[in-house]
């Protein structure tokens, strides 16, 4: 049995997508894992598309120097953060403290990796990192892999500014933010990100007090879909939040 084999399927809880402009995405694999199709909202005009996924213990926690120690396991790898919320993404962004020697954002699900292949989009994302300090270690796994895109934003322009650019120099038209909450903030108090997909734990685990959002402005979050997982240990909530106010397509 592969680690893939421990995905377990998620059950609807509540969907209200009808409410919200936004496009299903999925093939018969992830609709049945997932319990429907997933949703995206599409680029406003001139930016990209920015969503955040993040996994929280039960007591809301996002900091963990291993991120499996919050407990989101295999269903929340496989499916969610390293799937359906990448899958569709041109860029993969993060902040330079959750970037790691071996770090390479791609997809690894077979049924993922076939998934983005029909949306005609390449095998591995552009990887992206925010760092200021120019700190970065540039002989990393994600600066260094062949046929594989890497940028680095490093503040010198505001952020509006530099993801205005890399749409229109670069075709970057959805962006998955991965964390962590610095960055998360950074770009939410910005006002470019429109979706979070928030998987939420069944165990209590994390540094204290850090929940995704850092800042002093918490957005106002709507629910679009919430699911559950099915399984009798420790279940896993999963939610697709909007972020109310933020600039959405029409
Ligand atoms: N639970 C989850 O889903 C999840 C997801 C990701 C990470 N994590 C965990 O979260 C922790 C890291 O989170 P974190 O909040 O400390 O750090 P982070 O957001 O990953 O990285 C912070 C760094 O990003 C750069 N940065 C952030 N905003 C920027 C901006 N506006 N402009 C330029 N650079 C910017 C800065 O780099 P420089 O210092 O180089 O300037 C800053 O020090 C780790 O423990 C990691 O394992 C958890």
Known sequence: MTDFDRVRP???????????????????????????????HDAPAGRPAIS????????????????????GGPTDLHLIYEGLSRVAADAVLAGASSVGPNTLFTIHHPALVLLRY??????????IVLSKSARLDRSARIFNT?????????????????????????????????GGRTTAT??????????????????EA????????????????ETIVRKREVTNHLPLVFEHLAIAGAPFAR
């Not at 950074?186 to 165990?203: E, F, H, M, P, R």
């Open 10 to 40: 998620l059950v609807t809880v509540e969907d209200r997508s009808r409410q919200f402009s936004v496009s299903a995405i999925g093939n018969e694999w992830s609709r049945r894992y997932f319990d429907g199709p997933f949703y995206l």
């Open 52 to 71: 955040l996924v993040f996994v929280q213990s039960k007591d809301g926690n996002t900091v963990a120097e291993n991120p499996a120690d919050l407990g």
């Open 118 to 127: 029909e949306l005609g989009l390449p095998p591995h994302p552009t990887q």
């Open 146 to 178: 062949p046929d594989v895109p890497s940028m680095v934003i490093d503040g010198s322009e505001p952020l509006p500014e530099a993801l205005a650019r890399l749409r229109r120099d670069h075709g970057i038209r959805r962006i998955s933010c991965v």
């Open 186 to 203: 950074s770009l939410v108090n910005a006002g470019l990100v429109q979706d979070i997909y928030l998987t939420t734990t069944a165990i």
């Open 206 to 221: 994390g540094e204290p007090h850090t929940p995704w959002y850092a800042g002093g402005r918490p957005p106002r979050l």
